[in-house]
């Protein structure tokens, strides 16, 4: 008889931006003429640069070429990138991080979710609370969790992040073995200091632990004092793997590549108690299970790190964080108080005691606006929403205008409940 995963029952019927979708597309098919501006999915609006199409066009002219052809390239990618990254993402920063302990992949969702295979059924794992709920999830469905009781998974060591703490954890205060991280924080935008993450660090070597650390939005990152990688962390390197993606930094969330550096010092514990590498079972892992990114999407990739890339990504990222201040600025006028919005494209805005839904209908039927309820991404995230600056100018400014207009409104019947 073939059997379903039942741990596969206890995840949430279904994921937040599928419930978004839902309830939006309702909402239009009942009216039609509605004029919506999305702020709240995370993805792109503008192109891929010129620098990565031009590296495109070049690498699909040699696949037509029988002498420059390739076929099945290296699972853990070409070395022409990896070394790319090695030294332009870690060390010119100063992070020891060498080509071969980097892994190319068709992005950080796919890495994220799978890196919890290695590790044994019942360690401990912890998960900022909101958190982007991929971490959350493949270990519900590896059935890591336990059941859902009062919101919570009752395995799960959730990391409270609040206004009070700034949206950055506390030291949990129960054994904890796996520990995922994402900063600049989705959803809050929030960002970690070095000594806060050099706490960490220290931290997680003491209890044995890991830390897997989603840089997917290193980028965003203007304040040169803020750590980009954690291996900017003096040790981080025999305890922590970290997650990075060209989706929000090169505009590839439809081309797909990023990558996960596994350092070769980054060692667990075996059944008995003893160190062992981390490196080869993720390299076991993949070249099972995974043959590599398209070799035209990595030439693409490695054309964000010339100087003409360069360039054209910082343009497109400043061009994100002018929208973010753009939001900020309208917060600050509608005395909503925020975090994020400044090493990060999202902004995480308190509703003044609103719940998350309802702050959400409110925008959606009176603005015209899709935000993110904030509650959709874990129980501390009630009373917040999320919006995205990934969007066009234009939209960005009217959507803020039309908040404005809604927001400020005298209070009437209709509007009581925002
Ligand atoms: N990690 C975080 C924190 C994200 O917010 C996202 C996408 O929104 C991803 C990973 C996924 O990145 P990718 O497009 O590389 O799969």
Not at 207 to 228: C, G, Q, T, V, W
Not at 372 to 390: D, E, L, W
């Amino acid at each position: 008889m073939i059997r379903i995963n039942e741990n596969y029952r206890k995840l949430k019927p279904s994921y937040i931006f599928f419930e978004i979708a839902d309830k939006v597309e309702q909402y239009q098919s009942e009216n039609p003429d509605a004029d919506l501006i999305h702020l709240g999915i995370g993805d792109v609006t503008r192109s891929l640069p010129q620098a990565c199409i031009k590296a495109f066009h070049k690498s699909v002219d040699e696949l037509g070429n029988r002498h420059t052809f390739r076929g099945y390239g290296p699972a853990n990618g070409y070395a022409f990138l990896r070394e790319k990254i090695a030294l332009e993402d870690f060390q010119k920063r100063g992070a020891d991080i060498d080509a071969d302990e980097i892994f190319v992949s068709d992005g950080a969702k796919c890495d994220t979710g799978n890196f919890q295979e290695l590790f044994a059924d019942d360690v401990a794992i912890a998960i900022q609370d909101p958190v982007y709920p991929v971490y959350l999830e493949t270990n519900i469905m590896a059935g890591r969790t336990g059941n859902l009781t009062n919101d919570r998974y009752e395995k799960v060591i959730y990391l409270d992040g609040t206004i009070e703490n700034g949206f950055i954890p506390e030291f949990p205060d129960r054994p904890v073995d796996l520990i995922y991280f994402c900063f600049p924080h989705n959803p809050t935008g929030a960002t970690i200091t070095k000594s806060q993450l050099e706490d960490w660090v220290i931290f997680v070597k003491e209890h044995k632990a890991l830390i897997l650390f989603d840089a997917a939005y290193e980028a965003f990152i203007r304040d040169d004092s803020l750590p980009r990688s954690i291996f900017e962390i003096k040790g981080a390197r025999e305890v922590a793997v970290e997650f990075r993606s060209f989706s929000k930094t090169a505009g590839f969330t439809g081309t797909r590549c990023g990558y996960t550096v596994v350092p070769k010092a980054c060692t667990v514990y075996d059944e008995a108690g003893l160190k062992t590498m981390l490196h080869p079972f993720w390299k076991r892992r993949q070249s099972t299970k995974f043959n590599g990114v398209s070799y035209p999407v990595q030439r693409a990739a490695e054309a964000i790190y010339s100087d003409e890339g360069k360039e054209q990504v910082k343009e497109r990222i400043d061009y994100y964080l002018s929208n973010a201040s753009m939001v900020c600025n309208t917060m600050d006028e509608l005395q909503l108080s925020y975090v994020g919005g400044k090493n990060a494209p999202y902004i995480w805005i308190n509703g003044n005691g609103r719940d998350s839904w309802d702050f959400f209908y409110t925008l959606l039927t009176k603005a015209g606006i899709v935000i993110t309820p904030g509650v959709g991404f874990g129980k501390c995230g009630q009373g917040y929403i999320r919006i995205s600056a990934f969007n066009t100018r234009e939209n960005i400014q009217t959507a803020m205008s039309r908040m404005k207009k809604v927001l400020l409104e005298k209070p009437s019947k209709e509007t009581e409940t925002i």
